[in-house]
């Protein structure tokens, strides 16, 4: 199993599962197809967002071990 980072990219978590997506657009992060949003880290877009990165890593690894 992938384990999610605050260093990972946000287009290599889309890749592993598309399934996350719902946790990007729950933060406003409503640009998924952009290039440019795919290739910040999870980090850098809960910056721009004002969301806990330790929070949605938690989420999304959750999420990735029920698969």
Do not use: W, Y
Not at 6 to 18: E, F, H, N, P, V
């Amino acid at each position: 199993m992938a384990v999610v980072t605050k260093d990972t990219i946000i287009g290599d978590i889309l890749d592993m599962d598309k399934d996350t997506a719902p946790f990007f657009l729950e933060m406003g992060m409503h640009c998924l197809g952009c290039p440019s949003s795919r290739g910040e880290t999870l980090e850098q877009a809960c910056l721009v967002h004002g969301v806990d990165v330790n929070d949605l890593i938690v989420k999304i690894n959750a999420h990735l071990a029920g698969k």
